[in-house]
């Protein structure tokens, strides 16, 4: 079992930044071999896929809407993956959620994922 555990979000005007942090506890991600990823729900739409980071760390993979603005990583010393969201814009606004698969494949639906955070909210203002 993994527990995922969420901060980071907030209130940001467009342009502005700010950094995701996903605490895992139970089962270390480098030993059993998850991939993590982040994923985001704004009101009356679907949950979408954002980024998603292979066990090793060394592959990654984001969705067209924020390639080049955001940035996944992981720190598996900390249990901790990160989501660094530069350049925000209005429709970036969501509620965001941690999400863990064990395995070595990374995939864009979230009904791969094992388990997920509680989520934090992302609003970014005009």
């Known amino acids: 079992q993994v527990q995922l555990v969420e901060s980071g979000g907030g209130l940001v005007q467009a342009g502005g930044s700010l950094r995701l942090a996903c605490a895992a506890s139970?089962?270390?991600?480098?030993?059993?071999?998850?991939?993590v990823g982040w994923f985001r729900q704004a009101p009356g739409k679907e949950r979408e896929f954002v980024a998603a980071?292979?066990?090793?760390?060394?592959?990654?993979i984001y969705a067209d809407s924020v390639k080049g603005r955001f940035t996944i990583s992981r720190d598996d010393a900390k249990n901790t993956m990160y989501l660094q969201m530069n350049s925000l814009k209005p429709e970036d606004t969501a509620v965001y959620y941690c999400?863990?698969?064990?395995?070595?494949?990374?995939?864009?639906?979230?009904?791969?994922?094992?388990?997920w955070g509680q989520g934090t909210q992302v609003t970014v203002s005009s």
């Open positions: 999400a863990a698969r064990q395995g070595i494949s990374m995939y864009y639906s979230p009904t791969r994922y094992d388990y």
């Open positions: 139970g089962r270390t991600f480098s030993r059993y071999g998850h991939v």
């Open positions: 980071i292979s066990w090793s760390g060394g592959s990654t």
